[in-house]
Structure formats: structure tokens, C-alpha cells
């Protein structure tokens, strides 16, 4: 079986209704990254940031996955797919797709403080303070903040380099180590760009730039890919 590896980001969940970051009207127009998004911030001020979080987490219980995330899935009838997200909401989950690796954590899962390695499902939508680990310390969001280590870009590193195709679906590729993933796919590999907005990619050969949403784009792509 073919290898398809993807590397989605906001965009592919834009038309479900999840405000991207960097559009405009998106996320960062309305909070600064320092206030809401770094460790710095967390220390500051608890109660913004867990908030931030909690209006995030709880406008996932009102959206549904698009055509975009289910086509995704449709694409391991014939291939061997594993997603790369730098979402942080569980949509590829509940699109039915089954390889899933979350780049900058989870909206649905909170962390210890003193031990990183105890990871829990949130229940509900709201992470408060006073919510603790069983080792006693307050809980955080299972997030990965500007400035913090991203443990599971070696995964995906490995990942991209043993892919067959390469889809590259709603991502300003501002954002690093994440939009450093496409130099490690191997360049006689055939690469897709989804994005409204997509502009080249230096240095990257066999590149096919779609500009199209992705509930557009990409179950015209999938369709193709499910003929070859
Ligand atoms: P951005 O907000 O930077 O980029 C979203 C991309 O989606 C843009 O390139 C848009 O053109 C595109 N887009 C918008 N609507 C679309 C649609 N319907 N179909 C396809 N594409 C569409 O979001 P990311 O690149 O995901 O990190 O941002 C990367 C990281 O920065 C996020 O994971 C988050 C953020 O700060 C953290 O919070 C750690």
C-alpha cells in the first residue's frame, strides 16, 4: 500500500466553522500570542489563558467535520494514510480518519504541570482552576505554547521522509518546526498545496499548487489519487 502522509493545518477546518489564526478575522487578530499562547502567559495570568482554552474547547462541541476531513478518511480505502495536524481540535478524529499525529497538542486533553508525561481527557469543556493531576498539580492545557519544545516533530520528520504523495492542506506555513516538514519529503515525491492563498515553496520540487479551499479541492484530489 502507498504511503500518503498530509500535513494539514486551520484551514482544513475553516469551512466546519473554526476560526483560522493568521487570516484575516482569525485568532491572532483578536488575542496577542503573549497574552494567550506562551508559557510566560500561563505564569501571568492562569485564569485568560484557561479561558482562552475553554471558549476554544467548547465551541467544538457545535461544529462537525467537512467534506475536507472525510475525505481524508475515504483515501485509506486504497492508501496507507497518516495525517500530520497542527490542529489542536479533534475534527480528522471525528472525520473517521484512524493515523492522527497532533503537532501542537490537544484541545479535549489537559496536562500535568510537574510531570508532562500525565496527559488526561478533559470532561466537558471546561479546565478550571483547582483541577489537578494525581500528583497534586494544577492541570494545563495540553497544548504546545510559542516558545516550547514540539516532541513529536521527530515522529513526523520520520514520517514525511518515507512518504509516497505529500498533501500540504491549509497552513500559512508560518509557523516552525512545523512548515519545515516539506524539505524533509523527498523531492522525486509528488507534493499538493490546498490553500486559497498558497503561494511556491522554495526549494521544493514536484510541488502542484491547488488554490482552492479545502471542501473544494480536496475531494476533487482525493478522487483522482483513488483512481491511479
Ligand atoms: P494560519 O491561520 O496561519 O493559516 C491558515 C491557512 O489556512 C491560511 O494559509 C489560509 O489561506 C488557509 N485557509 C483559510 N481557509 C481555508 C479553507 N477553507 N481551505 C483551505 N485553506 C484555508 O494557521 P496554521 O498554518 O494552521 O499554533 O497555523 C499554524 C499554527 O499557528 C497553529 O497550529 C497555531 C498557530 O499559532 C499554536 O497555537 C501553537
Redesign the pocket.
Known amino acids: 500500500m502507498k504511503k500518503i502522509v498530509v500535513l494539514?493545518?486551520?484551514?482544513?477546518s475553516?469551512?466546519s466553522g473554526v476560526?483560522?489564526?493568521?487570516?484575516s478575522g482569525?485568532?491572532?487578530e483578536e488575542h496577542r500570542?503573549e497574552d494567550v499562547?506562551t508559557y510566560n502567559a500561563w505564569l501571568n495570568n492562569q485564569d485568560l489563558v484557561l479561558e482562552f482554552y475553554n471558549q476554544r474547547r467548547k465551541q467544538l462541541y457545535d461544529v462537525k467535520p467537512n467534506v475536507?476531513h472525510f475525505a481524508l478518511a475515504e483515501l485509506e480505502k486504497k492508501y496507507d494514510v497518516q495525517i500530520i495536524?497542527?490542529?489542536?481540535d479533534d475534527l480528522h478524529e471525528r472525520g473517521g480518519s484512524t493515523k492522527i499525529l497532533h503537532?501542537?497538542?490537544e484541545l479535549k486533553k489537559s496536562r500535568s504541570t510537574i510531570d508532562e508525561n500525565l496527559i488526561y481527557e478533559i470532561e466537558g469543556w471546561e479546565l478550571k482552576k483547582g483541577d489537578t493531576c494525581e500528583k497534586g498539580s494544577q492541570l494545563r492545557p495540553h497544548?504546545?505554547?510559542?516558545g516550547?519544545a514540539v516532541p513529536n516533530i521527530v515522529p513526523a520528520a520520520r514520517m514525511s521522509e518515507n512518504a509516497d504523495i505529500y498533501l500540504v492542506?491549509?497552513?500559512?506555513?508560518?509557523?516552525y518546526p512545523?512548515?519545515g516538514l516539506l524539505n524533509y519529503v523527498p523531492g522525486n515525491v509528488p507534493k499538493y498545496l490546498?490553500?486559497?492563498?498558497?503561494s511556491t515553496v522554495a526549494g521544493i520540487r514536484n510541488l502542484t499548487i491547488i488554490k482552492?479551499?479545502?471542501?473544494?479541492?480536496?475531494p476533487k484530489l482525493v478522487k483522482e489519487l483513488m483512481k491511479e
Open positions: 494539514t493545518g486551520a484551514g482544513i475553516a469551512e476560526k483560522t489564526f493568521r487570516d482569525g485568532l491572532w500570542v499562547a475536507a495536524t497542527q490542529n489542536v503537532l501542537h497538542g497544548i504546545v505554547w510559542f516550547e492542506i491549509g497552513t500559512s506555513l508560518n509557523v512545523a512548515a490546498i490553500d486559497p492563498n498558497a482552492e479551499k479545502a471542501g473544494i479541492g480536496l
